[in-house]
């Protein structure tokens, strides 16, 4: 809820900005803006806690609104969102205004289809028959804007200020000028801003020295401070650094005079077609369909697309560059996009010194060492992992930022799709920067169940303190905090229904998400004894690598909103680079892979000609190049290591498909890869790649060759191209492409109905395990059962003997035959007690065992009800022994149903009740009541909360009728909302 208790100072001061003049009368403007309801005046203000409040201002004998309309601004019948009243609330200093909350998060998706800067609209219904924002039309506003105050907190007025000429304290912004103000602030602003925010954008820009467009920066001081005086502009920039990418980009010869490469003229062509230059455009078409054009047409087409004189001497221009950038900046090497970008700052920076002077074209300050760094960590991160260099560049970026400066949240890294060995290999490089031994997280082995959080941080089954959590550690105050979580999208994998499946994985993001901008969490460790009963774990400064192979979209889709907002800055998308070079890459990680195996520093690795061709033939044949690079690590990485111990490595080691395998296996081989069989040869081994010596790295010194010796040479040169013939007749043996596009078909079909197989065992094996159990307890159950019968089958027994020892003294003492006839009745009154008795308890038992067998995750309040009420007055042994039986059974599941009720928000009076059935029931059988069960009852119904109820200690012994061990231990209102609220994110407290 918002808290209005700051909002009259900041709003006074923002009306007093609206004098005249600075110096004028502030209340003027305070009550000019309380009358001027007619146009719709109004208040935005936001704690940034995703609401923003709207006020809308009352006057004497106005009430105001009921409601307010949001629309989509220009399509008033598609209402959005109907915000109700508020109630009134008193702003200090101003005036009384009526409060509409709004939640522009949940706007977010349904504007995301509007074109352009979307923008919404507000309208008020009801009310006494006007309003300020009333029924005559629709008053806009900047969406963005709107967005940005509901998660970093501040405050709107409007109407906006009317500019005017003898205020210079307000401007209205062009629109480039507008977007300049808003990149350099990093926040949306008005259309009429103050000019203080224009300082504060040009100190911005001035410190950042982004390379903003061209004129920006001088219009904006023009606006502040007016003109300032010419200097000579800075010499321009050399073209040498850029003309490789950037001929590459656009043909070769594009900067030579006279040439006309197909490239360049088409990126000629979008340009003049976006300036309406259409007899251009058209001689460019003819030329790039090869049809004759004139070449002073051309270079006149040139010049008027990419500056005058370009044609002539090809120096790369403005528009050149920011053409190729946008149009080949995606398939460009980073490296070459570097160079590129560098070109365009320093063509940008002579431009703009040669148009307003060095003073507003102020050099930026050199990260040139910052920048190599960057590039070299990337190039040491990325190195033979076959990943896509931006995404590789990008967790570079991260880590750069962790590792040398000291922040207060730790650094999180999310690697969505992430899968593969290069992958792997990523992860194991950047743990290994941080310099710290990391704790490792496996999804599907450790956050299978269904309590992740309670795993990390040693809280598992709702019980704080009973186990230590995984991310609670004793490493030194020193040593930064590093883990790493793998596999994330099994979290949760054991549980049959999906619904919870899914709670479990939001409830494992939300603790991420908490947890990093908390920069901690409580955790527990039971052998600490300052860790006992929990203690805050610091996370500031350290470093979280989380692996999925969820993609972007479908990580998003599975969290919540808040929590994507917040976790979307570290994801980090991986895939295989579109440029990767298979071999170069497995040659990569298998040399440092043999390197760790070996302990040689300088082992390389390279595959050989029918190895490469094997490869080849894969990737044409459908496999993706990932996979291949996957399968092949596996396939060597092993033979590598067993070489290493079994014989030693050169210094140059050879991989190349074993000797003894025929073409026809060959063939066979190829298509079970290709379609996701990955067998083994028998006679060859796991892997079909062998391990040769391929002799030391260094030239040895030239010697003189005999005769014998260099034909030997020969015919090693005629065994090398025969090697090569070989392997290019396994490729021409391969399957027809319609062939491998069935099989790869096929392969995928199977793969989907292996997945679900998957699915469907992981249900059935929950399932099985849930019908032994209860199979279990109806054996225990029936066992007791069989125990009672027994017993009372010997209680017979006994009432027949002495029966018969009753009549045989009758027949020996006939003169006491009053006093043995009254023995005899009262022995067969107790014999047919016994027996209807008997028959009323195998009967009840019958019932009983089926009722619990049939009833198995039933409500066990019922059988406390039942036990309380057949308990009170009787006095037969066996009845009782069966309803205590009765008693306990029913506790068991009693508890069970606590602590499943304690994951959900608001059972407190369920387990209440439960609670109180178990006393009742524990007292009408004479036994004491159990502490060790009613604190389990109490534990479970604090940990699921009572509503909004603050003291919860009270309300126990209020529904239970037993004293609460809890007393003092409630928080105060603002803690009891708090814990509340994150009862309802799933987060348990």
């Given amino acids: 809820m918002t808290d209005f208790d700051k909002l009259g100072p900041r709003l006074f001061e923002a009306l007093r900005q609206r004098a005249l003049n600075e110096a004028g009368d502030p209340h003027k403007a305070v009550d000019a803006f309380m009358e001027a309801a007619q146009a719709g005046a109004r208040v935005l203000y936001s704690d940034g806690d995703g609401e923003v409040a709207l006020l809308v201002p009352l006057t004497d004998g106005y009430d105001g609104p009921n409601e307010i309309a949001v629309a989509p601004d220009g399509d008033p019948t598609r209402v959005l969102a109907q915000l109700d009243d508020g109630g009134v ?23 995301a289809a509007q074109e352009g800067r979307p923008r919404i609209a507000f309208r008020g219904e009801g009310g006494d028959g006007w309003s300020p924002l009333g029924f005559d039309g629709w008053f806009w506003e900047d969406f963005p804007l709107v967005l940005h105050l509901a998660t970093e907190g501040g405050l709107e007025v409007r109407p906006d200020v009317e500019v005017d000429p003898r205020d210079p304290s307000w401007k209205a912004l062009e629109p480039e000028l507008r977007e300049f103000v808003e990149s350099s602030l990093g926040r949306p602003v008005s259309e009429v801003v103050h000019t203080s925010t224009l300082r504060e954008a040009l100190d911005a820009a001035a410190a950042r020295d982004d390379g903003a467009v061209a ?13 300032a005086a010419p200097a000579k502009a800075p010499a321009g920039p050399d073209a040498a650094q850029v003309t490789a990418p950037l001929c590459a980009a656009l043909g070769q010869g594009a900067l ?26 058209v001689r460019l078409k003819r030329a790039i369909g090869g049809r004759p054009v004139a070449p002073e047409e051309l270079d006149a087409a040139l010049d008027a697309a990419f500056g005058v004189g370009f044609a002539a001497g090809r120096a790369p221009t403005l528009p050149l560059v920011d053409a190729v950038i946008d149009r080949h900046g995606d398939d460009m090497a980073l490296a070459d996009l570097g160079a590129v970008r560098r070109f365009r700052e320093a063509l940008d920076l002579a431009a703009e ?67 593969g060995p290069g992958v792997d290999r990523l992860v194991t490089r950047a743990l290994d920067l941080t310099e710290a031994e990391p704790i490792k997280i496996q999804g599907a082995a450790d956050l299978r169940l269904d309590d992740p959080v ?25 040593q930064r905090f590093v883990a790493s979580f793998s596999g994330l999208e099994r979290v949760g994998a054991q549980l049959a229904d999906r619904g919870e499946r899914q709670a479990t994985l939001q409830s494992f993001w939300s603790f991420i998400a908490h947890a990093s901008r908390d920069a901690g969490f409580r955790g527990y460790d039971p052998d600490d004894a300052n860790r006992a009963r929990g203690a805050w774990v610091d996370l500031a400064g350290g470093v979280l690598v989380l692996q999925t192979s969820q993609s972007v979209a479908e990580l998003r889709d599975s969290l919540p909103e808040a929590v994507w907002a917040q976790l979307a800055p570290s994801v980090v ?32 690795v390279e595959l050989g000609d029918t190895a490469r061709g094997f490869i080849e033939e894969l990737i044409n044949g459908g496999m993706a190049p990932e996979t291949a690079q996957e399968v092949l690590h596996q396939q060597v990485a092993a033979r590598l290591a067993f070489a290493a111990v079994d014989q030693g490595l050169a210094p140059k080691v050879r991989v190349d498909l074993a000797r003894g395998i025929t073409r026809g296996e060959l063939t066979r081989l190829r298509q079970a890869w290709l379609e996701g069989r990955f067998v083994s040869l028998a006679g060859v081994g796991a892997s079909p790649f062998a391990i040769y010596d391929a002799g030391a790295e260094a030239a040895q010194a030239p010697k003189a060759l005999s005769a014998r010796l260099a034909k030997a040479l020969a015919q090693g040169d005629e065994v090398s191209k025969l090697r090569k013939l070989v392997a290019e007749y396994q490729r021409s043996a391969g399957l027809k492409d319609q062939d491998l596009t069935k099989l790869v078909t096929a392969n995928d079909g199977l793969a989907r109905r292996a997945a679900a197989a998957e699915v469907r065992i992981d249900d059935l094996s929950f399932l099985n395990a849930q019908a032994v159990a209860e199979i279990q307890d109806l054996r225990v159950l029936n066992d007791e059962a069989k125990a009672t019968i027994k017993g009372l089958k010997g209680d017979l027994a006994e009432a027949n003997r002495r029966i018969e020892a009753l009549n045989a003294d009758l027949a020996k003492a006939k003169g006491a035959a009053v006093e043995l006839k009254a023995a005899l009745d009262t022995a067969v009154a107790e014999r047919d007690e016994i027996t209807r008795t008997l028959r009323r308890t195998e009967q009840e038992i019958d019932q009983a065992v089926r009722s619990l067998a049939e009833n198995q995750g039933g409500d ?22 069966l309803l205590s039986q009765m008693h306990m059974v029913a506790a068991g599941r009693a508890l069970q149903l606590a602590a499943q009720h304690a994951r959900r928000f608001d059972k407190f009076r369920d387990i209440a009740r439960m609670a109180d059935g178990y006393v009742r029931s524990a007292r009408a059988l004479g036994q004491p009541v159990d502490h060790r069960v009613m604190r389990g009852f109490e534990e479970a119904a604090r940990l699921s909360g009572n509503g909004w109820s603050p003291n919860m200690a009270r309300d126990w012994e209020a529904l239970v009728g037993a004293e609460s061990r809890h007393h003092g231990e409630d928080p105060d209102v603002l803690g009891s909302i708090a814990r509340n609220l994150l009862r309802q994110f799933g987060i348990r407290v």
């Avoid at 004129?215 to 003109?227: N, Q, Y």
């Avoid at 005079?257 to 455009?281: F, M, N, S």
């Avoid at 990390?456 to 030194?476: C, F, I, R, T, Y």
């Fill in 89 to 111: 609330v008193k702003v200090e200093g101003v005036g009384r205004f009526r409060v509409f909350e709004m939640s522009p998060l949940q706007l977010k998706k349904r504007l």
């Fill in 215 to 227: 004129g920006a920066l001088r219009s904006l001081r023009l606006c502040v401070e007016g003109p």
């Fill in 256 to 281: 030579t005079a006279g040439e006309h490469p197909k490239g360049l003229l088409e990126v000629a062509k979008d340009i003049l077609q976006t300036q309406g230059r259409e007899a251009d455009v």
């Fill in 353 to 419: 010194a040669d148009l307003f002077g060095v003073d507003l074209a102020q050099r930026p300050l050199s990260t040139a060492t910052a920048d190599a760094k960057l590039a070299e960590l990337a190039e040491h991160l990325g190195a033979g992992t076959g990943l896509d260099e931006r995404a590789v560049f990008q967790v570079a970026s991260v880590l750069t930022a962790a590792l040398n400066h000291d922040a207060r949240r730790p650094a999180v890294l999310v690697l969505a799709g992430a899968k």
């Fill in 454 to 478: 309670g795993y990390l941080v040693g809280s598992p089954a709702n019980e704080p303190g009973s186990a230590k959590g995984a991310l609670v550690h004793g490493a030194q105050a020193d």
């Fill in 573 to 604: 998308p991986m895939g295989a680079s579109p440029r990767v070079d298979v071999v170069k890459a497995v040659e990569t990680l298998l040399s440092e892979h043999a390197r760790e195996a070996s302990g040689l520093p300088d082992v390389r």
């Fill in 860 to 881: 066990p309040t019922a059988t406390f009800e039942l036990v309380a009420a057949s308990a009170r007055g009787q006095q037969n042994r066996f009845v009782k022994g």
